[in-house]
């Protein structure tokens, strides 16, 4: 329970509390667990590949966008402590803290029960390692793709996703999202879920991104 909880702390939090761990030592190890386990995965599932071809794949599914969305479904962006003014700033949605959680929870269970454990967790989060790529490479990740253009020039966290409203009854529920780069207003979506409705502000972005590159 202890490097659980360890593994949900954030920075913010443990520089408010003396005498408890961030999860940045678990999140430094938990990287390397990841790349192993996602790295034999590829290696057995994909025995004609180059290894070229196997540390593209391995990237798009240890990286960024993609842990932070696996974060996301996981449930760790409500589970995730945060300091009060961290909450205040929207780090509960900020892509590294997401992408750190995902990383440190894996450190936390490999030292917990081993690396079978590790790799037993880490595949269930994952699923059919297939299906995940087709994601990533097909189109289906607009949020990725415009991280992927926005990252080089303003790094990870330039991108903020608001929910502006939720309309509707529990059954029928619309979100509304404005998604900003540097403060700036980039795309807005609507959708029947968070996840829905981000996809959509991010796909409204990209298609004005070919005219014209937000400054």
């Known amino acids: 329970m202890a490097l659980l909880q360890d593994a949900l702390r954030h920075p913010s939090a443990a520089a408010v509390r003396p005498g408890v761990a961030s999860n940045q030592r678990l999140e430094f190890l938990g990287d390397s667990v990841l790349q192993l386990i996602v790295s034999e995965a590829l290696y057995r599932e994909y025995p004609e590949a180059r290894e070229g071809e196997l540390s593209r794949r391995r990237a798009s599914l240890t990286k960024g966008v993609f842990l932070a969305e696996l974060a996301r479904e996981l449930g760790l962006d409500r589970m995730l402590e945060l300091s ?17 959680s995902c990383e440190a929870l894996a450190g936390a269970i490999y030292l917990d029960a081993g690396i079978d454990a590790a790799r037993s967790a880490v595949l269930a989060w994952y699923g059919p390692l297939a299906r995940r790529l087709h994601g990533s490479e097909h189109g289906d990740n607009p949020k990725g793709r415009l991280q992927e253009l926005v990252q080089p020039a303003h790094g990870n966290d330039a991108l903020h996703y608001e929910v502006t409203q939720i309309k509707g009854q529990p059954h029928d529920r619309h979100f509304d999202v404005h998604l900003h ?3 700036k207003l980039i795309g807005s979506g609507t959708g029947r879920s968070k996840k829905e409705a981000e996809e959509n502000a991010a796909h409204e972005a990209l298609r004005q991104w070919k005219t014209s590159a937000p400054n």
């Open 84 to 100: 009060p003014a961290e909450e205040l700033s929207g780090g509960r949605d900020r892509l590294s803290s997401l992408e750190d």
């Open 181 to 183: 780069l540097l403060g």
